[in-house]
């Protein structure tokens, strides 16, 4: 069946430093990725999603690109923030719509 | 436009209890999903409706049962609670596409705990 397998945590950077956290997945067929992000308290947010292979999706500066052959989907930003400190999420839709599977997701913590 | 809302958003029950959660979807969107969400097993998927069907299913015992309204509102039952059934039960909607995967937008969850 699908799975996600994502770098594990906690991870804690300082601000301004080069963030990856990286991510691979098994399916069949050609899914769909995304990666959510969970802040204290709340549900999960849709942060990015790369629908077929070699697209990049990007938001709020971060990016992460569709790899088929190596079948990962690693997220980077540049310069984080205090406020990017959440857990992230990788996860995977096949066709079946409406049934993700996700990562055990990563805690990341930025400190001023 | 609203987003997904989840009601209660606490809830504290007795073992052997029933529960029943509340989801409304975005509007516009036909699919539901339920998520359970632990420190141990992480986010795992309990089932999905669409039209008023249950599309697909997870891995979960009985207890766990779900429906979906003609207005896409969906709900959720656990009978027979067990200590183990406290989590955040997450619920998302989303737009079915013809093909591929879609992303899909969560509520803010119930905290359910079993005491």
């Known amino acids: 069946g699908d799975s996600v397998t994502q770098m594990e945590g906690p991870v804690t950077l300082s601000e301004e430093a080069f963030l990856t956290i990286n991510c691979t997945y098994t399916?069949?067929?050609?899914?769909?990725l995304f990666w959510y992000v969970q802040y204290p308290g709340e549900g999960l947010q849709l942060l990015l999603k790369a629908t077929k292979a070699d697209d990049k999706g990007s938001n709020k500066g971060f990016e992460a690109t569709y790899r088929k052959e190596t079948t990962s989907f690693h997220l980077e930003k540049g310069s984080v923030q205090v406020s990017d400190s959440a857990v992230y999420f990788c996860a995977l839709s096949s066709t079946n719509a409406g049934k993700s599977t996700f990562g055990d997701g990563t805690t990341l913590t930025v400190k001023p | 436009k609203a987003g997904v809302t989840q009601t209660p958003r606490y809830l504290i029950k007795t073992r052997g209890q029933q529960v029943t959660l509340s989801c409304s979807p975005i509007?516009?969107?036909?699919?539901v999903s339920w998520y359970q969400q632990t420190p141990g097993q992480g986010l795992q998927f309990l089932f999905e409706?669409?039209?008023?069907?249950?599309?697909n299913k997870g891995n979960f015992p009985g207890r766990f049962s779900g429906r979906q309204f003609s207005n896409s509102r969906s709900e959720m039952n656990v009978s027979t609670l067990e200590l183990g059934d406290s989590a955040l039960y997450l619920c998302a909607s989303s737009l079915p596409l013809t093909s591929g995967g879609d992303e899909q937008y969560f509520g803010p969850g119930t905290r359910l705990t079993v005491t």
């Open positions: 509007s516009g969107h036909r699919s």
């Open positions: 409706y669409f039209s008023e069907t249950q599309r």
């Open positions: 399916a069949t067929g050609y899914p769909s």
